[in-house]
Every structure is written in structure tokens, then in C-alpha cells.
């Protein structure tokens, strides 16, 4: 029988933002390396204001964020936040400014998707774990 490995979503995101804003943007652990952004996030239901750190591809002033969640069939809570509350911030490096969310459809969504698995090759093995289509949006500056 396979061992199920319970993780602390939570206690991990708030290790990752505390190290992210001591560190003017850089976290250890399983970011070490990578870029990082914090997407803020306003609950669809609950309108609790929520932080995801993510991983994005940054393409000059294009910040592109894409609701992997590791390749699990369903998307993240993030993803249906930002749908119903498009107009947030992003924390980048030690600068926080507002954006808004779109999610981008067809050959366009394909394009910078296909860009970051080159790029990071994990979110090729994401979209093959799963049968959905994962969401990519692009934060655009407001």
C-alpha cells in the first residue's frame, strides 16, 4: 500500500513569503533557483485576501503564472479566485504593484506555455499527469 504524505500548504507558504520578503524576492527549499512571485488573491466566496507564491515566467514586463497544481485534475484555488477577482498585486522581487488577471485562451495560451516547459521542463510532466488544460494567465500591470 502506498504511503500518503500529508503536507501543511499553509505553514509552507508562509515560510516561502517570510524568506521571499527577507530576501527581496528569492526563497530556498523547493524555489531555490527559480524565479518567484507572491500573486495576491481575494477568496471568491469568502473574499479573505490570500497569497500564493508561484513560479512565473517573466518575459520583460510580462509575468505569466500558470495553475499547475503539480498536475493534479483539478486547479488550484488561486486559479477561481483570480477568475471572479481579476484586479489584484504581485510582489516581484522587493516591488509590489497592481495587476490584472486574464486568462489566456487557443494558440496564445499554447505559445507561453509551450515556452516555459522548455524553459522548466516539471511543467511539461504537469500537463501530462493530467487531462485538464492548465490554466495560464498573464498579470498584466495596471
Request: overall charge negative.
Amino acid at each position: 500500500m502506498a504511503e500518503t504524505i500529508d503536507f501543511d500548504f499553509d505553514e509552507i507558504n508562509r515560510t516561502v513569503i517570510a524568506e521571499f520578503r527577507q530576501t527581496g524576492g528569492k526563497a530556498g527549499g523547493m524555489f531555490e533557483g527559480f524565479p518567484l512571485v507572491l500573486v495576491h488573491h481575494t477568496g471568491a466566496k469568502s473574499g479573505k485576501e490570500r497569497i500564493a507564491p508561484l513560479v512565473p515566467l517573466l518575459e520583460g514586463d510580462r509575468i505569466y503564472i500558470f495553475a499547475s497544481k503539480g498536475g493534479a485534475g483539478d486547479n488550484p484555488a488561486w486559479f477561481h479566485n483570480l477568475v471572479a477577482n481579476p484586479d489584484t498585486k504581485v510582489e516581484l522581487g522587493t516591488e509590489t504593484f497592481p495587476v490584472r488577471a486574464r486568462v489566456l485562451t487557443g494558440s496564445e495560451r499554447e505559445d507561453v506555455y509551450g515556452r516555459q516547459s522548455t524553459l522548466m521542463p516539471q511543467f511539461a510532466e504537469y500537463q501530462s499527469k493530467t487531462s485538464r488544460v492548465i490554466p495560464v494567465f498573464e498579470l498584466e500591470r495596471v
